[in-house]
């Protein structure tokens, strides 16, 4: 009974996640809960002190249709109704009745004046809050200027000691409620505006990462379109000279296989921009048994006649036994194919050599050790150590993109990526683990 009382008051006073309320529902329910403690207090003081039972009667009448607006709010959730009837019923009728009952000016009453003015304020809007309050300071101000006048037609208090008590608990009960009040609406405030500048850096941050997804997705896209538009050009040059043989279908099947990895880019694209997680590539990224041996194999002789065609000759080392290692093959595809892409375009060398060899890491870990290197003339040294930062190439017209991708997939892989430049050529040297 106890854990349905706490559920019950956590869902009226809105402290309950789960069943959050707006702050004009959640400020109705606390003036009702408020206004039963305030009637129930001010009736039964008043008794001792003198103010009679019809006072009493009032302030059993008040707390009765509070309770049953609480209620009925509550449950049929028509809170304008019930600000409305609260304004009508309670601050209009019974709190000028208590007035006359209860000891006049010379009472709690004028405390209760400024509570009802108050929450009409907070509760209502537009027209219909000035309306009101603009009715309720006219009724309070016309009972005051009466009684004034017409001192007979108050029940006032037999003793001043009885008028002190009665407006020390008015303004005491009537400060708490109204201290409650604002420090729900202040707490409200703060709340709002924390969780509109977290929306507002999350929309920032989001803008951030759909820019670097668009650059980063034109520039890996960007590498079967070139394997499709090279090994297509060879196709058509090997019709023309003799026409269609073997190496013109394995070229075929080059583009297609291309196409393929083309279409599964743009599927996993799709699947980025249908999410708001900044950390996309951490849940893309498939971890499975990866030969980075055969891999490279692969690849350089996936690239040997675009490398031909520059007049630079590929070539790969692969030590023996290359261990497997856990990772995402797409990714490493990538590192590798943006790495030996750029030491065949931006080098003016004219050898590219790709070796595989085993790392053993501090740990005792056995994994991997990539070197890409040519024999250009290096990278300008101002732009060395910035290289791998994203927006920095080393050529002019670059994007600046493919470093900053081949260190993310590098340290996602547990291992690292660094750079030696000299008049002798470049050298890139990947360490990879696992992924992480």
Partial sequence: ??????????????????????????????????????????????????????????????????????????????????????????????????????????????????????????MLEGKKMIIMTIAELVVYVSICIYAYYNKDKIVFFNNEKAEVIDIIIGFVVASIALGVIMALHLYSYNKRQTELETARKQVEEYAKMKSELFAGMSHEMRTPLTVMSAYAQFAVEQIKESGANEQTLADLATISDEAKRLAEMADNTLKILMTSSATYNLNL?????????????????????????????????????????????????????????????????????????????????????????????????????????HGISGKEGGSGIGLSICRYIASRHGGDISIESGTDGVSVSVLLRELM
């Fill in 285 to 389: 990224m498939k971890k499975i048994p990866v030969d980075i041996g055969e891999l490279s194999s692969r690849l350089v002789h996936l690239l040997k006649p675009i490398a031909l065609r520059k007049e630079k000759i590929l070539s790969a080392e692969i030590a023996e036994n290359i261990p497997i290692i856990q990772g995402d093959a797409d990714a490493l595809m990538q590192l590798l194919w943006n790495l030996i892409q750029n030491a065949i375009t931006h080098s003016n060398g004219k050898s590219v050599i790709v070796c595989v060899d085993q790392n053993i890491f501090k740990d005792n870990f056995l994994g991997i050790k990539l070197i890409i290197k040519d024999d250009g003339t290096g990278i300008e040294p101002d732009i060395l150590p910035f290289i791998f930062e």
């Fill in 1 to 122: 009974m106890f854990k349905s009382l706490i559920k019950i008051v956590n869902k009226l006073f809105g402290t309950d996640e789960n069943h959050p309320l707006g702050f004009r529902v959640r400020l109705f329910n606390i003036m009702a809960a408020a206004g039963i403690t305030i009637c129930l207090i001010i009736g039964i003081s008043g008794i001792f002190i003198g103010a009679g039972l019809f006072n009493f009667f009032i302030c059993m009448l008040a707390m009765v249709i509070s309770i049953i607006l609480l209620w009925y709010s509550y449950t049929s959730g028509k809170y304008q109704l019930c600000y409305t009837i609260t304004c009508f019923c309670i601050f209009l009728i019974l709190f000028p009745a208590l007035f006359f009952t209860g000891g006049g000016y010379y009472s709690s009453s004028p405390s209760f004046f400024v509570f009802a003015v108050l929450f009409t304020i907070f």
